[in-house]
């Protein structure tokens, strides 16, 4: 079995290791706080803009809800929870959801165009017969080993 031999050059690079890893934390912290500050500002209007673009996305989410709340409860108390503590992220998702149902819908219409039906002609089709010891040329690859 071999033997590992892990070389540590000193407790400076951990603690700055560790160091760097708070900063990335309280970094992180600061922007998730900020977002939810401006969400929660915006949040009213999302609702509204949802509701104006598609008004069947926020009642398909409470719907949602009931059924975990009612199947499976323990996820369905944890996600209205969420719901309650993250409206402001919850309304800027159902407002994402609500914009692309909307873009969605607007670039399924689709202008037809007029066409012609072509009559079909069996007279090009050739028949082959399976029993034939006959070999059928299908492309100029076959030349090659003849």
Do not use: C, H, Q
Not at 2 to 19: A, E, H, M, V
Not at 29 to 40: E, G, T
Not at 79 to 84: K, M, P
């Amino acid at each position: 079995m071999d033997n590992f031999n892990f070389r540590t050059y000193g407790t400076k690079n951990s603690w700055l290791g560790l160091l760097l890893v708070f900063v990335v934390v309280v970094v992180i912290y600061i922007i998730i706080r900020s977002l939810y500050k401006l969400f929660f500002i915006l949040a009213p209007v999302f609702l509204l803009l949802s509701l104006i673009l598609d008004y069947r996305v926020i009642p398909k989410y409470g719907i949602v809800l009931y059924e975990l709340l009612r199947y499976k409860t323990f996820w369905g108390i944890l996600a209205v929870i969420f719901t309650i503590l993250g409206f402001p992220f919850v309304s800027a998702a159902l407002f994402f959801n609500s914009f692309m149902n909307f873009r969605t819908k607007k670039r399924n219409k689709r202008r037809y165009t007029d066409y012609v039906e072509l009559e079909e002609d069996d007279d090009d089709v050739e028949i082959l017969d399976i029993n034939s010891k006959k070999k059928v040329k299908i492309d100029s690859y076959e030349d090659l080993f003849e």
